[in-house]
Nanobody, 121 residues
Framework: QVQLVESGGGSVQPGGSLRLSCVKS????????MGWYRQAPGKQRELVAR???????VYGDSVKGRFSISRNIVQNTVYLEMNNLKSEDTAVYYC???????????????WGQGTPVTVSS
């Protein structure tokens, strides 16, 4: 089945930047959308950004103007460029992908293992 592997997380100071990557492998149907979610301790998982196809991004309100999502379909990779990071951005960031099972027309959501991001001084 589809596997998602994230990388690029780490520890940065407020105002810094990080670039996350997520590589998709395996099979399970065509990927129609990919995105990033995050979850901080004690909080619900929330949308950071997602991209439909390769040129239609949607961002969560808290990251608009600071984060940018992009996708390279040929390389099966989605990126998240994070700028002007704040302490509130500290969380585990998860890559996800949406596919449609051809035989049943059932949507299937895949998740990566997560990569931690810590923003502190």
């Amino acid at each position: 089945q589809v596997q998602l592997v994230e990388s690029g997380g780490g520890s940065v100071q407020p105002g810094g930047s990080l670039r996350l990557s997520c590589v998709k492998s395996g099979s399970g149907g065509s990927i129609s959308a990919m995105g990033w979610y995050r979850q901080a301790p004690g909080k619900q998982r929330e949308l950071v950004a997602r991209i439909i196809g390769s040129n239609t991004p949607v961002y969560g309100d808290s990251v608009k103007g600071r984060f940018s999502i992009s996708r390279n379909i040929v390389q099966n990779t989605v990126y998240l460029e994070m700028n002007n990071l704040k302490s509130e951005d500290t969380a585990v960031y998860y890559c996800n992908a949406l596919s449609i099972q051809a035989s049943t027309m059932t949507p299937i959501v895949y998740w990566g293992q997560g990569t931690p991001v810590t923003v502190s001084s």
